[in-house]
């Protein structure tokens, strides 16, 4: 029987010509990871038994959390290792082909997409940025500083008392409303001057804290491409923000760089 083909990413043919593959073993422990040639461009890969990896046997691994945890690290670490070396266009984890020749039909489709992509990737690093605040110093702001509240209060100051206790209840609605136009117009600002030094930008969803585990609130989570030579200058920005917003309870987390995730995707 034939054996599966995990496909980790492709990589430049030219550059693993230069640079010899890294040695590690596959998904199952056990296989050598190798690569597949097809002209400019290489398929980094290690096979499976089609037994244990089909797919209702995959299906029950991957209901299994501990086994998932473990192979979608290794996944990411293959890659993270491929990255050192190469430009690679990474695959999502769990991708499988049932042989050598459907694996081939898929790259031969793809191949001058995938070419060019890694073309634009070469030279060039993929960072996040993940913006958090600390909600009630954001509201705290918002109530000394912001210019419709202080507006409010002043209209609320002329009513009657009676009027006024309704008047105050409805001031807490709004200092909120304000708090959270103020954490995206904040970390917009951000995003424009960062976007300023990028090839490449896209915003994703923020995470709750039960995913992030922080008690701060997330307010923005970016990604950027950035060439080589912006990258300091990139990481230099983001360290004077940190420095100039932490006392007022913005914080910021960078990390990188990363293989290109999010801008060499194989739809």
């Given at each position: ?28 422990d ?44 290794h ?64 509201k ?26 309704l ?33 490449d ?11 992030t ?46 293989p ?8």
């Open positions: 029987m034939e054996k599966l083909i995990y496909l980790y990413g492709i990589i430049p043919a030219r550059e693993k010509d230069v640079q010899p593959l890294p040695s590690f073993k596959g998904l199952d056990e296989s050598e990871v190798y690569s597949l040639p097809f002209e400019e461009i290489e398929a980094v890969v290690c096979e499976l038994d089609p037994v244990e990896y089909g797919e209702k046997e995959l299906e029950k691994k991957t209901n299994d959390v501990k086994w998932l945890h473990q192979k979608a690290f996944h990411h670490e293959a890659l993270m290792k491929l990255y050192e070396k190469y430009p690679i266009i990474p695959m999502k984890f769990c991708t499988i082909y049932s042989g050598q020749a459907s694996l081939k039909n898929t790259i031969e489709t793809n191949q001058s997409h995938m070419a060019k992509l890694l073309s634009n990737i070469a030279d060039k690093e993929e960072w996040i940025l993940k913006i958090y605040c600390e909600p009630e110093k954001v705290e702001t918002v109530t000394n500083y912001n210019e419709t509240i202080e507006a409010k209060k002043e209209e609320i100051a002329a009513m009657s008392p009676g009027r006024q206790y008047e105050k209840r409805r001031l807490d609605q709004l200092i909120d409303q304000e708090a959270e136009k103020e954490k995206h117009a904040f970390s917009e600002e951000i995003h424009d001057e960062l976007a300023a030094l990028s090839v930008t896209e915003v994703k969803k923020n995470w709750n804290k039960d995913v585990g922080r008690e701060e609130e997330m307010c923005w989570n970016s990604v950027y491409m950035l060439e080589k030579f912006a990258v300091d200058e990139f990481k230099s920005v983001i360290k004077k923000l940190q420095e100039k917003w932490a006392e007022s309870g913005w914080h910021f987390e960078v990390t990188g760089p990363w290109s995730y999010h801008f060499a995707r194989i739809s």
